[in-house]
Structures are given as structure tokens and as C-alpha cells.
């Protein structure tokens, strides 16, 4: 750190529109040229950037995880007032800690535990015998249907419904699905984060796994009896199917599907819009998108892909001939 | 059947989790191995895996249809105390059968009809004039808007929105998009299963309709006038664009599209994200998906398909060159 | 317009379904045929058309602009009545207008302020200090989080959410995700539509924008700091990664996703299922769809597709020794 100390920063801002009492970074060299013209009060720099800016300065290897270490401590999320909202619905016998705070038309089902610290936010419906962990936070109209369990200090994004019913049916020879009850949880780890209208079924013999720290971005579906390995990320839109057992520490970029019953190991990452059809060992790195062009050369090319095929039957048996062409010649 | 009748039996579990209280069943040879070690009380198997269990046993050419039925004989769903939880907005106009059970902060517009045996869950919304046939279950926080009509046993999940606006607009000169009132409802047959944040549009003139025994997972869209036949399953994240209209016995895997204005077939299925873009007659298989590789690979091969038209062109230039040289030697 | 001044007029209807007290449409050369049957009592014509249909018409270039602009007026919304429902729990700093209508569950947060018009659905979530813009229409049970800002005449619809937090994180040495701070906003222009379930999320440091007129359809992904031109139009299940800047007058159809930090110029279009990963200029149109195909052949042509690159060089090879032979001929 080099500068002032008496400097006082209240918030984070971007780089080219921190003020002086805004901190901001730079992490990349795309931004660097605006360093110098930076107005803020302290930036957060990598060691070569050091001479660039002549103001207080907190040099490091990775600024992104110093900023966010920062931009935590300055907003910290808005503590809720413990208590209950007098339009909540909460069961007689769940056990809601004085610690946790309910708010407007929240329901709170049956022999449900809401820890402390937890913050049920308005509309949020938590189902029989669920366990909230202490400090977790379910935002706006968050549903968890019952008997699932959620860890500490999660955060479950409006909307999300964690534990309905997966889709497990099986078929009688007139054609009529016959539904399989759906009979297990969803067990959710701790630190662990749910996007947006996200959906997690519940698992149908045994239960869905979600591990420690994974994050779930918006809009995305786990099915029945996914698991899930600790600090796996997944980008939005991105569906998972049926018994996938996913590794630790994987990055699942957005609008990827997953198959069911397949295994992906640790450490893998799928690029956006990818199709991960079998098992993959980790480390390692999978693709299957393809980058939009110009549409009519598009077309005139996937016009040919419907012939791959043939064409690389048309190539071997020009080969074979050039091959005789060329034989025949020696003789 | 084979055994002994007395043996009591409370619940299902996983072949190689039950004990001597449960029924367990073995349909595939990837897990015949774990049915000598099984401590079930009871397995349902193919009658040429009977030998392989000295117990109790229930011998079945369809194992999964026959443990399904047992399942939801041994795990009927919670019976729903029929009445009005006291935090339940009811028009006054709407009428509610004394038979059907309305939980809390559920809200039923003007004139909505609410049959026998029906479950509203905690949260959920029925528009005015909409009908809800018996021993329908609406779960936490699904939303049927105004005027539309659902049949009997069926299960809306939590989240799901029915009958909301249909995407219909015109553009105007000045790029503008003037919206096309959206006139439909949304009909749904009997025996549907509709999953957690699945969303329905209602019609813009005629209806939107969805056949009885219709079973669709989480996060699918269909659009507006979308027809979708009898027994036909989708999987999670399938989009369905406008005025499609789908056959009976569909199977629609996940993460596929559905183009606008197509006819599909009886008895077609299609693999998982693939995009079905033209009218296909039935029965038959579809697919487009692509499967992940590794990804430096992929990318490569990628970077071919954008010369594929290129190269068709150049392999046919050498097979007719080939062709002259041959021709040539003849001379 | 031709025909009789008299004829009343109630309803518009589908050409084939019209009759004397409904208006109709024809557009397309498709449905021609059905003009010299339809029993509608009036019908909007292309000029083209006029003498196929013998009863009231009106004749204009492009009808389904005619026929949008006539069913608004025929059709308009159902007007709510301004007031508060007694179940809705509004903070006591929010400051609604006597002409909003806030619907049954509704929640609105401490210092929000509704406009003139606005209609607040049933168990909607407003959180502190969103401005929601006169005649707008919050559908049931969307959310729209603390801070946003949405403009004039917009419909949120059912379930979808407005300002969750972006999915921002920094990964630490370890592996574990530390969450950055989501501290922008959302802000929503005027005329703006949101379709149901979709989620957009609010901004990291500065604001996720769509602009005016802008529509999306259902169960579409905003991630943080996205910019949306004026009247860019999207269909269903669309993703748009984290500051993504479209254009104006762009049509995103169904499916697509589109690549973070890309830039997107005016007048884009993208096919249906399509991957945008890089920036594009407009005008122009986009793709890289595959269409499905029978599942055998597809298969068939897939295999061959992962030696793409290595058929491309082996074709090289056979090129080189066809001119090779081909010199050597004339020696």
C-alpha cells in the first residue's frame, strides 16, 4: 500500500468514474490506459501498473480478489431486522430462531428450522420439516418445498424452487406415463449460491447434492438426483439431466447441457453453449459450440454438413484412386 | 410372486440401499450385480434375473412399471386438508368447492372455479373466470392467468406461469412494435404434469392447447398457439415457438427447439439439444445435437466448417481432374 | 375502406373463424385461399386482394398493422381499480399514487414510489426505492428487487424478475468463489415488455439498461451490466452474458445465446438457436444453427465431423499429388 493514510474511500467505483473518496482497479491491460487519468481516491493495481498512478495505491498480484475483498467490506449486504412480519404464515411447529427475520407473506411450513441469521425474504415459501441454515438468505418469492435442507450462509436468488417434483415417469405400453413418486431431498451445502428462477428437483429414490460453495447463476435446471462437487460454477440457462454426477471445482459456462447418468470429473470446464453428452475425465476443457456467421455462408455450409458423410466417402475413394493413378505409373 | 406372503413391506428405496422393510427392483444389467447382495425385503425383477435372489421377489417383464405402481401405493402424496387458510384472497364471486383445499396467501380472482379435491398451494395465483378441474394440485406460487382451463389430476409446479401474454407484436416503419392483443386462453386436458418455472403462453386469437397426459419438466417455454398432442414429454429447457403444432407420444429431450409454425408428428422423438426447424412426419428420430470434445480439438474442427462449402467444392474440382488424368492415360 | 358504414363491428377473430360482428385479417398469400369464404364482417386486405372478397374491407399495405392497431381498440386491457387491496403490505415511506391499483399480497418496499396507473399484480414484490413508471403493469408475482428503475407503460409479466444480483465472482487460489458485490441497478426505458419468468439482473458496479421499446419474451437471461438498444425485440429462452452491448432495432430469435463483453451493433439479427460469440456490426443477419435430421444419418455425419480438420488436410494432400501427377504428365 502507498499514499496517504488519512484518505478516506466510502465506496467502490469503476475506474473511469471513481471520485476521491471511490476505490477502483485495474486488472487488465485492456483498461490500463485509463489509469492515469483516474480520478479516484485509491486504485488497486497490479505491481507493474505501480508507476502509472501517481495517487494512493494498493498494489497486488490478482486486484480483482483485493477489490472484492474491499468492495465486501464497504457494502456489506442490508442487515434485516429479526422478527416476523405480521402477514407472514408460519406453522405452529416450526422453530424460527429470534435471530431470523421474516418477512411480509412469507410461509413457513410444518416442523420446518429457520436458523439464525437467516433472512426469509417477502412472498418466500419454505416447506414441512426444511432446514435453513444460519445466515442463509432466500430472496424474494424463493420456494423450497419440504423436507430439504439448506446450508449456512446461502443465498437462494428470487424466484429459485428448490425440491419440486422431478421428472420420473415411466411408460405403459398405451403410451400413458405413470408417474415415480419422487420421494427424495434436496441437500444443499453451505456458501452456496442459487440464480434467478433456478430449478432444483428433488431427487426421486435418493436425494440431489448440492456441494459446498457451488454457484448457480439464473435460470438454470438441476434435475433429479444431480450431485453437484464443492465450488462448481455454472453460468445462466444451463440444464443438467437426470443422476449427472459432476465434479469439484468445475466452471460450466452458460447454456450448456449436461446429460443424464454421466460422470464429469473434477476441474472441468465446458464452454457456452456446449452439449457434455458422455462421462469426461478432469482436468480438461470441452467444447461442441459453434460460432454464428454471416447467415447465408451459414447456410451454405450446413447445406454440406448434411453431407459430411458421402463427402468423406467421395475423399477416400479419390485417394485409393490417385493411388493406382500413381502405381500404375512406376509400372 | 414368490416368497413369503407375511413379510410386511413400508416403503421403496434404491436396490442397494433397502433393508428388509422395502421393496427395491432391478431392470438393467448394469446393476444385476448388486441383486444377490440386496438386504430388500422384496425385489421386483425380469424373470431371468429370478434365480439371482433367494427372497422375496415380484417377477415382471417391466420391472420400472410395475415398482411405480407399488410406489405410489406405499407413497401417496399428502392429502391437503380441504378448507380456506384464513390468509387466502377469494373474490367473493369465485366459486370454490368445499372439497378443494386453499393454502396461504393464495389468491383466486372473479368467478374462478376451484373443483373438488383441488390443492392450491401457499402463494399461488388463479386468474378470473379460470376453471381448475378435480384433484388438480397447484403448487407453491403457480400462476394461471385470467380465463384459461385446466383439467383434472393435474400438477402444476411451483412457479410455473400459465397463460401468461403470448409474443405478438407488428413492427412498425420506424422500427417501433406495436403489440397484438393476445385474445386466447390456455387449455390444458387432464393428467398433465407441468414443471417448476415452465412457462405456457395463452393464444392470440385461438387458444393455446395442451393434450391430456402432456408431461413437461422445469423452464420449458411454449409459445402462443402451440398444439401439443396427447402423452407427449418434454424435458427440461425445450423452447416451443408460436403456432407449432406437436403430435402424440412425442419425446422431446432436453434443451431442444422447437421452430414456430411447424407440424410435428406422431410419435417423433427428437435427441437432446437439437433444434427441429422444419415440419417432420412421424414416428421417427431427430436429431442436430453436437457432442463435446476436447476443447483445442473442437476448435480446430470448427474453424474448418466455416470452409466446408469451400471444400466440397475443391474435392469435386480433384475428383474431376482425376477423372481426366484417368481418361487421358486412356488415350 | 369499402362496404357499409353500418355494420357493427366487436371482435376481431381468426379469416376462417370470423363472423358478420368480427373483423379479420389477411396477410399472406397462404391463407388467400380462405378470403372468398370468410363470413367476417369486414376484413383488412392488401389492395391485391380487394376483389376476392365481395363484403366490407379495408384495403392498406401491410394489414396485420391495420388488423394490430383495430384489436387494441376493440380489445384494450381491462382496467384496474385504483386503490390498494387490504392484504397488500406497503411500507409506510412508499409513496403510491391514488390512480395505481395494488393488487392482493402485493409488497412494496420502504421508499418505492408508483406512479399514476401503474398496476401492481397480485403478490407482486416491489423492493425499497424502485420507481416504477406510470401505466406500467406488474403482472403476478414478478419481483422487481430494491433500487431499479422501470420507465412508462411497461408489462413485467408473471414471475419474472427484475435486479437479482449479477453472477460475480473471483475465484480465490483454493478454489472457492468470493462473491464481488452487485451494487448497480436495473434500469428499464420506456414501452418496455418483460416476459414471463425472465430474469435480468442488476449491475455490478454501473447498471444492467434496456432501452425503449424493447421486448423480451419468456424465460430469457439479462446478466449484469448488459446494454439493450431501443426496440431490440428477443424470443424465448435467449441468454445474454454479462456486459453484452446490443444495438438498437436488433431481433434476437429463440434460443440464442449471446457471448459476454461483445458488442452488437444496430440492426442485428440472429437466428433461431444460434451461438453470437464475437461482435458483430449490423446491419447483417447471423447463424449457426443445425437443422435436425433424421438421427441415423445425423449420427453418421457427426463422427465424421470430429476429423473435419484431418479430412481437410488429407484433401490437401490428394490436391498436391494431382498436380504433382499432373506436371510429371507433361514432362
New interface residues.
Given amino acids: 500500500m502507498q499514499g496517504n493514510g488519512e484518505s478516506e474511500i466510502d465506496?467502490?467505483?469503476?475506474l473511469d468514474?471513481a471520485g476521491p473518496r471511490h476505490v477502483a482497479y485495474c486488472a487488465s491491460p485492456r483498461y490500463r490506459s485509463l489509469i492515469p487519468e483516474s480520478a479516484a481516491g485509491a486504485l488497486i493495481l497490479q505491481p507493474e501498473d505501480a508507476e502509472l498512478f501517481p495517487g494512493n495505491k494498493i498494489l497486488c498480484a490478482?486486484p480483482?480478489?483485493a477489490?472484492?475483498?474491499i468492495?465486501?467490506l464497504l457494502?456489506p449486504?442490508?442487515r434485516a431486522v429479526p422478527g416476523c412480519?405480521q402477514?407472514a404464515?408460519i406453522d405452529p411447529s416450526a422453530r424460527v430462531s429470534p435471530g431470523a427475520s421474516i418477512?411480509?407473506?412469507a410461509?413457513i411450513g410444518a416442523d420446518a428450522v429457520i436458523e439464525t441469521g437467516v433472512v426469509v425474504?417477502?412472498?418466500v415459501?419454505v416447506?414441512a420439516r426444511c432446514v435453513i441454515g444460519s445466515d442463509t438468505r432466500l430472496?424474494?418469492?424463493a420456494?423450497v418445498?419440504h423436507d430439504c435442507l439448506i446450508g449456512k450462509r446461502c443465498?437462494i436468488?428470487?424466484?429459485a424452487?428448490i425440491g419440486?417434483?422431478g421428472?420420473g415417469?415411466?411408460r405403459?405400453q398405451d403410451?400413458?406415463?405413470?408417474?415415480?413418486?419422487q420421494?427424495g431431498r434436496v441437500v444443499i451445502g453451505d456458501?452456496v449460491?442459487v440464480?434467478?428462477?433456478t430449478?432444483i428437483?428433488r431427487g426421486a429414490?435418493?436425494d440431489t447434492v448440492v456441494g459446498n460453495?457451488v454457484?448457480l447463476?439464473?435460470?438454470i435446471?438441476i434435475?433429479h438426483n444431480v450431485k453437484i462437487g464443492?465450488?462448481t460454477?455454472m453460468?445462466?440457462?444451463v440444464?443438467v439431466?437426470g443422476s449427472a454426477v459432476i465434479g469439484?471445482?468445475c466452471m460450466i459456462a452458460?447454456?450448456v447441457?449436461i446429460?443424464g447418468h454421466i460422470t464429469v470429473g473434477d476441474d472441468v470446464?465446458?464452454?457456452?453453449?456446449?452439449?457434455?453428452?458422455?462421462s469426461?475425465e478432469g482436468p480438461?476443457?470441452?467444447?461442441?459450440?459453434?460460432?454464428?456467421?454471416?447467415?447465408?455462408?451459414?447456410?451454405?455450409?450446413?447445406?454440406?454438413?448434411?453431407?459430411?458423410?458421402e463427402?468423406?466417402r467421395?475423399?477416400r475413394r479419390?485417394?485409393q484412386?490417385?493411388k493406382q493413378?500413381?502405381s500404375?505409373?512406376k509400372h
Same sequence: chains 1, 2, 3.
Fill in positions: 465506496a467502490v467505483a469503476p468514474q490478482d480483482r480478489v477489490f472484492a475483498r468492495a465486501n457494502h449486504p442490508e412480519h402477514s404464515a418477512g411480509p407473506a410461509i425474504g417477502p412472498g415459501v416447506g430472496e424474494a418469492r420456494v418445498m443465498v436468488s428470487p424466484g424452487v419440486g417434483e421428472f415417469y415411466v405403459e403410451g400413458h406415463w405413470l408417474k415415480v413418486p420421494l456458501d449460491d440464480g434467478a428462477n430449478t428437483d429414490l435418493g460453495g454457484k447463476d439464473n435460470l435446471q434435475a464443492d465450488n460454477a453460468a445462466g440457462c440444464g439431466a469439484k471445482r452458460g447454456g447441457g446429460m470446464e465446458v464452454t457456452a453453449m456446449s452439449f457434455l453428452k458422455g469426461v480438461g476443457r470441452f467444447s461442441s459450440s459453434l460460432p454464428a456467421t454471416a447467415a447465408d455462408v451459414w447456410a451454405r455450409n450446413v447445406g454440406r454438413l448434411r453431407h459430411f458423410d463427402l468423406a467421395r475423399l479419390a485417394e484412386t490417385i493413378i500413381l500404375g505409373g
